[in-house]
T-cell receptor, first 116, second 116 residues
Framework: AQTVTQSQPEMSVQEAETVTLSCTYD???????LFWYKQPPSRQMILVIRQEAYKQQNATENRFSVNFQKAAKSFSLKISDSQLGDTAMYFC?????????????FGKGTLLTVNP | EAQVTQNPRYLITVTGKKLTVTCSQNMNHEYMSWYRQDPGLGLRQIYYSMNVEVTDKGDVPEGYKVSRKEKRNFPLILESPSPNQTSLYFC???????????????FGSGTRLTVV
């Protein structure tokens, strides 16, 4: 079974600074996908960024980028130029490629607060 | 607009009173799934469906039922709710993957259920 670990229950950062959220996972699969989801106070689950395990290049989406270390099973999220609207719970998630269930396995989340 | 619609957003009920949380998607997705979110536990899968009339248990199915009579709808049924089912519930959908493609997941807005 796959597991996803987020070791930082809470983090805070000053506006305009950079912050990195950690995520490690455990799997025996060779092909899989990793995600970071943002959950603001509105509760909506918003996809921030996605990484395919077979791609060596780290994914980037504007101010959001990941550091994907496949051998170390690490998938950290870097947020540059933090904004007040980035305040949210962030979930790291894993799903294997193929199979009969496209289940997302989530970490427990990191609550990020951006301070003015 | 492509979306997953959950109803209701909030529900307070009493122990033992049957309830249904509805989920409907307008993207012709084959795959649909229910998750519950609890503090400190992240999101956990309850049930999933790969297509019409095809459903299966996730990680925490006890006390829940689902049905998939139409492609767009995937209701979650609590026949005899108990206080330990107080949680935030999400419905999600995606297309069936082909090859290495992961089409991403669309989440509903969540249903906050309180069982007293």
């Amino acid at each position: 079974a796959q597991t996803v670990t987020q070791s930082q229950p809470e983090m805070s950062v000053q506006e305009a600074e950079t912050v990195t959220l950690s995520c490690t996972y455990d799997t025996s699969e060779s092909n899989y996908y990793l995600f970071w989801y943002k959950q603001p106070p509105s509760r909506q689950m918003i996809l921030v960024i996605r990484q395919e395990a077979y791609k060596q290049q780290n994914a980037t989406e504007n101010r959001f980028s990941v550091n994907f270390q496949k051998a170390a099973k690490s998938f950290s999220l870097k947020i540059s130029d933090s904004q007040l609207g980035d305040t949210a719970m962030y979930f790291c998630a894993f799903t294997r490629s193929g199979g009969s269930n496209y289940k997302l396995t989530f970490g427990k989340g990191t609550l990020l607060t951006v301070n003015p | 607009e492509a979306q997953v619609t959950q109803n209701p957003r909030y529900l307070i009920t009493v122990t033992g009173k049957k309830l249904t949380v509805t989920c409907s998607q307008n993207m012709n997705h084959e795959y649909m799934s229910w998750y519950r979110q609890d503090p400190g536990l992240g999101l956990r899968q309850i049930y999933y469906s790969m297509n019409v009339e095809v459903t299966d248990k996730g990680d925490v199915p006890e006390g829940y039922k689902v049905s998939r009579k139409e492609k767009r709808n995937f209701p979650l049924i609590l026949e005899s709710p108990s206080p330990n089912q107080t949680s935030l519930y999400f419905c999600a959908s995606t297309r069936i993957w082909t090859g290495e493609a992961n089409y991403g997941y669309t989440f509903g807005s969540g249903t906050r259920l309180t069982v007293v």
